[in-house]
């Protein structure tokens, strides 16, 4: 068995915990705290044991898949994640939220990365942004102006994505992480 590290990310966000849950698991427009992508499940709805998937603004292609493992409104989800441009293991994504000083502490765990990999190093260098732009998204309604910037980027150079990272071939009928 390989051998695998666990990273963990915590902020405290000053808004109500269904806003803050709504910001990380709502489907039907971007995620930007997900770097702009769109979660696509089946029915728009998310579940224990359905398949999630993470696309590009335009949805040509899907960065990322998994299965949801737990999901406990609002206060714990928890899935499966494994990016479609690597071959790494499948590591796990665990979101806890608890309500404190009129807000929510935040708290983002990856388990089972698989180490020494480069979904280990994307993953532990995104944690901190995916908290940042959350925190913005629940406070000030909008990500800073860096993290903006960077959505034009990531969506003028999306097609040097990798082909094998095409939606099409991530089909989300059937998907099974």
């Known amino acids: ?30 995620q930007e705290c997900f770097f702009n992508m769109y979660m696509d499940t089946p029915e728009g709805e998310l579940g224990v044991g359905k398949p999630i998937m993470m696309r590009t603004k335009s949805r040509r292609y899907t960065g990322a898949i998994g299965e949801v493992l737990e ?31 009129g807000g929510v502490d935040f708290k983002l765990i990856l388990e089972d990365l698989p180490k020494g990999t480069k979904t280990a190093k994307q993953m532990k260098q995104g944690g901190t942004m995916i908290l ?15 993290t903006r910037s960077l ?27």
């Open 1 to 30: 068995m390989a051998e695998t590290e666990r990273a963990v990310f915590q902020i405290h966000i000053n808004g109500p915990i269904e806003e803050v849950w709504r910001q990380i698991t709502k489907t039907h427009e971007p």
């Open 132 to 146: 940042n732009t959350l925190k913005a998204m629940v406070e000030k309604g909008r990500p800073s102006l860096a």
């Open 151 to 177: 959505f034009v980027l990531f969506r003028a150079i999306e097609f040097t994505s990798p082909a094998s990272s095409k939606s099409e071939h991530w089909p989300l009928e059937h998907h099974r992480a």
């Open 71 to 101: 999901f406990d409104p609002p206060y714990r989800y928890a899935h499966t994640f494994r990016f479609t441009h690597l071959d790494d293991p499948e590591s796990t994504v665990i979101y806890e939220l608890t309500e404190k000083d």
